[in-house]
């Protein structure tokens, strides 16, 4: 079963921690791409650029309104976006809980042109 595995984090909780503990966490999520990568369950990574560079869309009498940035009230933003294929929910909540020490972590099926792969 594919999974979309999203993370979010927050930019100032992240800067806020001491650089040895940022490079732990990033060696974390590195190591398990690699475990992921031998078994076959890693699909792919995107991670997110700068949320400086991103435009949020929305329509308005039918016509675009593109401002800057994500939504405005957010205060996590989406740092990275991993595709797994694995068996099932429960490993897919086994390989979300050591990414989420300091983010929040989503995890969505996906669904294929037939539906939902359940």
């Not at 791409?33 to 949320?51: K, Q, S």
């Not at 400086?52 to 989406?78: C, H, I, N, S, W």
């Amino acid at each position: 079963m594919k999974y979309v595995v999203l993370i979010y984090t927050n930019p100032a909780t992240w800067s806020a921690l001491p650089a040895g503990e940022q490079d732990r966490v990033i060696k974390v999520h590195n190591d398990l791409i690699d475990r992921l990568t031998e078994t076959g369950e890693f699909v792919n990574i995107y991670r997110m650029a700068d949320a400086a560079l991103t435009k949020t869309v929305r329509l308005q009498g039918g016509a675009p309104v593109v401002t800057d940035g994500p939504f405005g009230e957010a205060k996590e933003l989406l740092a990275s976006l991993w595709e797994i294929d694995v068996a099932g929910v429960g490993r897919a909540i086994e390989i979300a809980t050591p990414l989420a020490q300091y983010c929040t972590v989503e995890l969505t099926p996906v669904m294929d042109a037939a539906g939902l792969e359940m």
